[in-house]
Nanobody
Framework: QVQLVESGGGLVQAGGSLRLSCAAS????????MGWFRQAPGQEREFVAA????????TYADSVKGRFTISRDSAKKTVYLQMNSLKPEDTAVYYC????????????????WGQGTQVTVSS
């Protein structure tokens, strides 16, 4: 069992930066692949970034490639999403999630989810 708690969201102007954190509880955090997803009002949840259990593999949605960076600190049981050059279209609730068996961009393949943190980018 893993519990995930996101933090770091807020209001930022376009072009600004935020760093989201996802703190995990449970002894097996280091065995999970982790992902970040986001959901804007009236839209489906979409993939943002994912990282493998050992940090050796990362993957990004085309819309955030070059602007966002996912990383993890297994000693702190925390996954981060550094978001730079933010755009108004990045506005959404951001969720972290955990899974086994490979990095994935598919939300339904993730087993555990956090409650989400709101990111609002003003123009």
């Amino acid at each position: 069992q893993v519990q995930l708690v996101e933090s770091g969201g807020g209001l930022v102007q376009a072009g600004g930066s935020l760093r989201l954190s996802c703190a995990a509880s449970g002894r097996t955090f280091s065995t999970y692949h982790m992902g970040w997803f986001r959901q804007a009002p009236g839209q489906e949840r979409e993939f943002v970034a994912a990282i493998s259990w050992n940090g050796g593999t990362t993957t990004y949605a085309d819309s955030v490639k070059g602007r966002f960076t996912i990383s993890r600190d297994s000693a702190k049981k925390t996954v981060y999403l550094q978001m730079n050059s933010l755009k108004p279209e990045d506005t959404a609730v951001y969720y972290c999630a955990a899974k086994w068996l490979g990095v994935s961009m598919v939300p339904s393949s993730y087993v555990y989810w956090g409650q989400g943190t709101q990111v609002t980018v003003s123009s």
